[in-house]
């Protein structure tokens, strides 16, 4: 395996960024966002990296292992990275950068449809060999 790793550790470290930020906005308040809707908004950009990215990932994984063309992969993994930076940038740096929430969840669908639907023909070629 050679691309899912790369590209989970560009991710990792967009992750860890996300998590310093939030660290960096919990002043006063240690649980949940105390009512500062600046630093809910750090806390979900955070948070939804990490409902998305995982399963995303997990799926890469399925889809290298059987030998999906690595081109495809790298496709699925630029456009993650780009969407969850974008998203991730929009949510907990400005307050204002639509585009990149909406641009940035897009994105991040999109390679979501993509892993499933490949997944799932995958998963019916096996079906066919029984």
């Known amino acids: 395996m050679i691309v899912t790793p790369f ?3 560009l991710l990792a470290l967009l ?3 996300l998590s310093v930020r939030v660290s960096q906005r919990r002043t006063e308040v240690t649980l949940g966002d105390g009512g500062d809707a600046r630093l809910l908004r750090v806390i979900r950009g955070h948070a939804n990296f990490a409902e998305y990215v995982p ?4 799926m890469m994984v399925m889809l290298e292992i059987d030998h999906t063309s690595i081109y ?3 496709a699925l993994g630029i456009a993650l990275v780009i969407g969850r930076f974008l998203h991730g940038y929009a949510l907990s740096f400005t307050q204002r950068f639509k585009f990149g929430r909406i641009f940035g969840i897009g994105l991040t669908w999109v ?4 892993c499933a639907v490949l997944c ?3 998963g019916l070629r ?5």
């Open 15 to 17: 992750f860890l960024v």
């Open 120 to 122: 799932i023909l995958k």
């Open 55 to 58: 399963f995303i990932l997990v």
């Open 72 to 74: 495809v992969l790298h």
């Open 7 to 9: 590209y989970a550790g």
């Open 126 to 130: 096996g079906f066919a060999i029984m």
């Open 111 to 114: 390679v979501l449809a993509a």
